[in-house]
């Protein structure tokens, strides 16, 4: 079987669905592995790193596209690309961005499609867990992008010309992002709280050395960052972070916003986008693991490798997936 590997061509992605250590691990099986020139290169995969591998460099995705069995994608992919892939085809990915249409065309090519980001929450289920892999670079990105847009650092500091007091962050859901904004909060130093609806997650909270608030609101003119990450898949953002919330922000707070794409879980916040409004900065951080690209390259690859690899077939050197295991019951968009 071959797997195709094509660039990303969804704005401000930079991750690449395999790496040359899983381009290795799938030739080894007994696959072909065509990948598009400079797919991996914002990632920091050279394309002779491929090769090395086994893997076969092609100038163009129309000359993957065709021949292609099993497409690899971080995002889904667009009309022009759908138009040119082989009838039958199957499809592994993060597939939250395919539109009604794209679903159609799809569809009338009989693709069989596997979104990986529908994944059941089990423990057998985690080594293709993309949500997860990415998440947990999202919430440490988060905490690094929001220094960075300070223009801060986050621990004490006493010095013979001044003392500087920790920052002061508030994270709110707390998911695998959030529960990881915590810790890397934690770990720079700052003071940290945290909110969430679920009075059962006050106990990972407090593990990580944060403070659980039931009410945030009365903490806002203290806090120096502000990070939301309250998102349920399928679901619109909940708007949490409102005009009025911003009106009671001192000047200067940075606000990260990881629901941006969904709607935003803060009043004004635009996708991938750094605004100042109400004298705070906000940016909508939809593609923080992109910021990451490596790291979040070789996490998803490993995603993709393990999952692929779950139902491979010796005999037959193929993906054969099991239609009664509920790890492609729950992934199966399409069943081509």
Known sequence: MIIGIIKETFP??????ATPATAGIFINKGFKLLVEAGAGQAAGFPDTAYQKAGAVICKTAAEILPQTDILLKIKAP???EIALLRRRSLLIGDLQNLTQPQL????DKNICAFALERLPRISRAQPFDILSSQNNLAGYQAVIKSLVLGNR???LMITSAGTIPPLKFLIIGVGVAGLQAIATAKRLGGKVFASDPRPEVKEQITSLGAEFLPDFQPLLPQIDVIITAALTAGRKAPKIITR????KLSPGT??????SDR????????DNRIIRTENVIIYGGSLLAAEVPTTASILFANNLCNF???????GQKAFVPDSGDPLITSTCLLKG
Do not use: C, H, W
Not at 244 to 247: A, D, I, T
């Open 12 to 17: 401000g992605e930079t991750r690449v669905a």
């Open 263 to 270: 709607g935003g879980n803060i009043e004004n916040s635009l």
């Open 104 to 107: 159609k065309e799809l569809r």
């Open 254 to 259: 940075v606000l990260i916003d990881m629901a």
């Open 78 to 80: 667009v009309s022009d």
């Open 244 to 247: 009025k919330s911003l009106q």
């Open 308 to 314: 692929i690899l779950q139902f491979y077939s010796a």
């Open 153 to 155: 650092i986050a621990p």
